[in-house]
């Protein structure tokens, strides 16, 4: 174990034990005025290229919607231990069956377990729902112009996806993966390095959006076989954190909101996921996670 994953478990342990439950969230409106991102009616594109792959929750999980952990639990970013000077926690992630296959986007956090990711909850389940067979799921890091990074293509072996996702799927696209992952016993993250990931970001955050997009992405060939980044502010919603004037399309979703980005390192901290564009509007956004949901889905998905 080393000492950031005995960190971040004690970090959660203590969260988990000692600090009371606070209700409180921050709810702040801002000048992109509440008739955009806001109306329920507006038709949104979802960010997936199509081309999949999910495995079902393991039995029922009677989450507790109530407050029970911290508030702002912040978990560092983590360096790769194979090449310290060359992370890639971000990669290109194709989901589908024997007849069709989609692409999104997923990255790899830091995590104890080592091999816990994140991407979008509709590059796990179909329209109706159903998950995709994960044996058609796979995830590259590190892939770019059409090739893929230095780990191939690694297999996704389970899910944990927000239960409230079914009845909202805007406000809880944040779903975990696990990787299938042993490489002489060092964990993913050993070799990509991970992202650090927060709750306590505000309004007006200067972030990059990292993906694989087609859409309007500067200096990019938004051909969903890039990896690009977008650069800027991101205004906080109640549920949302938007973009404005970016059209996220196919292959960005689950691109991570990254705070921070470090780009020596090409490390920092993720918030927010890509999860699709309001496309009257041409404005992008991703869930506004709630603490407490995310480390349920941790620890469900944590072996
Ligand atoms: C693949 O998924 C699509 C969409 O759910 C479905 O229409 C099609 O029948 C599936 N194909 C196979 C071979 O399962
Ligand atoms: C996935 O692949 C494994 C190993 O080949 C196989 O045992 C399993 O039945 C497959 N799952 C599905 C849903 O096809
Ligand atoms: C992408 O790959 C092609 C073909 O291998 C190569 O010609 C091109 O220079 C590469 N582009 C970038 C940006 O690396
Ligand atoms: C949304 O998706 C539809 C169908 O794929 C496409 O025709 C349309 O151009 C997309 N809208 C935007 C704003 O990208
Ligand atoms: C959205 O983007 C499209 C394509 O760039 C553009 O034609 C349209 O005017 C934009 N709409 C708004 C409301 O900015």
Known sequence: MNKKSS????????????????????????????????????RINETSRFKNK????????????NKRYSQNVIVPPFVSVTNPNHNYPIGLFLYGNASIEGACTASVINTFNGNIGLTAAHCLLDEDGNPWDLNFTSFSPGYDNNSNG???????VATAIPNNFIVNRRKYDYPLVRFEFNRGGATLQEY??????????????PTSVYGYPSGNFEDCPNDNEHLCKWQGITEKY???YAINNLIAEDGVS????????????????VYALMR????????????????DIFIDLLLEITP
Do not use: C
């Open 54 to 65: 999910y495995k079902r929750n393991k039995g029922n999980h009677a989450r507790s919607e």
């Open 276 to 291: 699709g564009v309001f496309i009257r509007t041409n404005v992008s956004f991703g869930s506004n996670w709630d603490e």
């Open 254 to 269: 689950g691109g991570p909101f990254i705070s921070q980005y470090d780009a020596n390192t090409n490390l920092g901290y």
């Open 150 to 156: 230095p780990l191939g293509d690694i297999l996704v």
């Open 238 to 240: 109640t549920d949302y």
């Open 7 to 42: 960190l971040y478990l004690l970090i959660v342990l203590i969260a988990m034990i000692v600090i009371p439950s606070n209700t409180s969230v921050i709810s702040q409106r801002n000048n992109i005025g509440d008739t955009l991102p806001f109306q329920t009616s507006e």
């Open 192 to 205: 990509t390095g991970a992202l650090g990931w927060r709750f306590d970001i505000g309004n007006n955050e």
